[in-house]
């Protein structure tokens, strides 16, 4: 896996690049400052697979930085991992907001970097799954393999607020239940998710999520969030340093930007399906109880589900 650290230390670089060799991740660059390393990845011949990203440099910070590797269409899903001695809650959701996958603080545990960087391969192999597949379908040779299945994950690679549910959930385990009483999670549902996946190829299946769920994140314009779609024609939405919304509001929020998503598809002679809104959800004080399963209710609100042991919930969605 090919690395671009990007840090204004240089000392802490040549650390970094001894950690890193002794973990066996031997194939790293370093860069000084965020033009230097934007310059490094545009000019570079061999693209770089995973990027390690401090925040607090000049000019340019690390969030900023990552804004911009995000811009670029070739990395809009390459991992980032922050590493920062910031640890105060505002740094953190600015990351993970900016398009960072995951968040780890100095001094470096060798332990903790091994696993994020673990994680960054798994995603190196998602992404190159997902290509391959598209791949394949371009070239209309889909029968031939096996698609992503309905319950499997849908990325939103083209939804700016969009992140992959391996990120969702690092983050609220970073927040842990405490410091999420200060925000909520809204699940929304395709009641006839199911007949949409099967009427139409993965790939067309994919776009449709991804315009539902661009449309809730115009939607949810001005709040804080991030957006995962974990299957079975489900999204949510995570909303930051929000404890509650107007519901009515963002129902119609809602529905004015799918008005205008459904003449586009009206235009195509395609019908859009309704979305089903659940009740915000937020992270309770039950002793044991993952931060995650904030996912898992927030999905099953959507569904118009009445409440049940969270542990079976999450197995039952998941």
């Known amino acids: 896996m090919r690395i671009l650290a990007i840090d204004d230390e240089p000392l802490f670089c040549n650390l970094l690049k001894t950690r890193l060799a002794d973990l066996g991740f031997t194939d790293l660059a370093t860069a000084h400052s965020g033009p230097e390393a934007l310059d490094r990845v545009a000019t570079e ?20 930085v990552v804004r911009k590797l995000r811009a670029i269409p070739h990395h809009q899903a390459t991992p980032i991992i922050m590493i920062s001695a910031l640890t105060d809650k505002a740094s953190v959701d600015s990351a993970f907001i900016a398009g960072a996958n995951d968040f780890i603080t100095k001094p470096l545990d060798s332990v903790e970097l091994k696993l994020r960087l673990e994680m960054a391969k ?6 190159a799954q997902a290509r391959l597949l598209h ?10 393999y096996a698609s992503p299945g309905f319950d499997s994950e849908v990325f939103l690679d083209d939804v700016e607020s969009a992140i992959r549910m391996v990120s969702m959930e690092n983050f609220l385990l970073k927040e842990g239940n405490m410091r999420l009483r200060q925000s909520c999670a809204i699940g929304f549902h395709i009641p006839m998710a199911e007949s ?8 067309y299946y994919a776009d449709l999520l991804s315009d539902l769920a661009l449309a809730i994140s115009k939607a949810l314009s001005g709040t804080p969030h991030m957006l995962v779609c974990p299957g079975k024609g489900d999204i949510v939405a995570l909303l930051l340093n929000q404890t509650h919304t107007d519901q009515t509001r963002l129902e119609q929020a809602l529905d004015a930007e799918l008005a205008k ?16 809104i659940g009740e915000p959800v937020r992270a309770r004080f039950i002793p044991l109880q993952c931060p995650t399963t904030l996912i898992s209710r927030a ?7 009445d409440h049940r042991d969270d542990d079976f919930i999450q197995k039952a969605i998941a």
């Open 299 to 305: 999905r099953r609100a959507a569904r118009g589900l």
């Open 135 to 144: 791949d394949r379908l371009l070239k209309q040779e889909a029968t031939r």
């Open 45 to 64: 011949d061999r693209p770089f697979e995973c990027f390690l990203v401090d925040i607090r440099m000049a000019p340019m910070d690390g969030i900023e």
């Open 196 to 203: 949409y996946y099967r009427m139409l190829d993965p790939a």
């Open 261 to 276: 998503l459904r003449t586009r598809y009206d235009a195509i002679g395609m019908t859009l399906p309704s979305l089903r």
């Open 122 to 127: 798994s995603i190196l192999a998602e992404r």
